[in-house]
């Protein structure tokens, strides 16, 4: 299986600011990444895919990057609906496998 | 509007059982792959497996023993099946369509269905 580790594990962040989490994969999975948002309670969200891609509706202050094992999220100014636990997925290969989850709390 | 709704026992025994139905509606069951995925109390998520519209199936390893997925084309859902449950596999569970190529990412989830494994 392809393992996926996320750093942080959590951040605390205020309104505003730009966040930024990280992705890394066992192994190479070229663009086959995934992140979505979690709000306690809720389904998660797809926002981005193919690392890079935003998927409809998204707003545009999220953003993807990377490829071959490492990966990141930005969330170039953060807002209040933005705090969420986020996650990453690889799609390369089976079974798909997420990160363990980075949690973006009030500073 | 896809939305999924997952449907089944809130509470199931040990070495029972665990049976789920994920109902689709706003759109077919035709031509997308559909997936069970699952969140133990405070984790994070680990995907179960998928059925392809076709019959055909995908398990992940780690359960591939204890897993069956189904679907009924015509009721527009699909199923699982979990056996021997312990308490291991208390979690919310969660259906989700897979999209583009082989159902690489998860674009419409259900709202989820918390199942505790307990005597």
């Known amino acids: 299986d392809i393992q996926m580790t996320q750093s942080p594990s959590s951040v605390s962040a205020s309104v505003g600011d730009r966040v930024t989490i990280t992705c890394r994969a066992s192994?190479?999975?070229?663009?086959?990444l995934a992140w979505y948002q979690q709000k306690p309670g809720k389904a998660p969200k797809l926002l981005i895919y193919?690392?890079?891609r935003l998927q409809s509706g998204v707003p545009s202050r999220f953003s993807g990057s990377g490829s071959g094992t490492d990966f990141t999220l930005t969330i170039s100014s953060l807002q209040p609906e933005d705090f969420a636990t986020y996650y990453c997925?690889?799609?390369?290969?089976?079974?798909?496998?997420f990160g363990q989850g980075t949690k973006v709390d009030i500073k | 509007q896809v939305q999924l709704q997952e449907s089944g026992p809130g509470l199931v025994k040990p070495s029972e059982t665990l049976s789920l139905t994920c109902t689709v509606s706003?759109?077919?069951?035709?031509?997308?792959?559909w997936n069970w995925i699952w969140q133990p109390p405070g984790k994070g998520l680990e995907w179960i497996g998928y059925i392809h519209y076709s019959g055909s199936t995908n398990y992940n390893p780690s359960l591939k023993s204890r897993v069956t997925i189904s679907v009924d084309a015509s009721k527009n859902h699909f199923s699982l099946t979990l056996s021997s449950v312990t308490a291991a596999d208390t979690a919310v569970y969660y259906c989700a369509r897979g999209w583009a190529g082989a159902g690489d990412y998860f674009d419409y989830w259900g709202q989820g269905i918390p199942v505790t494994v307990s005597s």
């Open positions: 706003g759109g077919s069951i035709s031509g997308h792959y």
């Open positions: 192994q190479g999975i070229s663009s086959w």
């Open positions: 997925q690889q799609a390369n290969s089976f079974p798909r496998t």
């Open positions: 193919g690392a890079y």
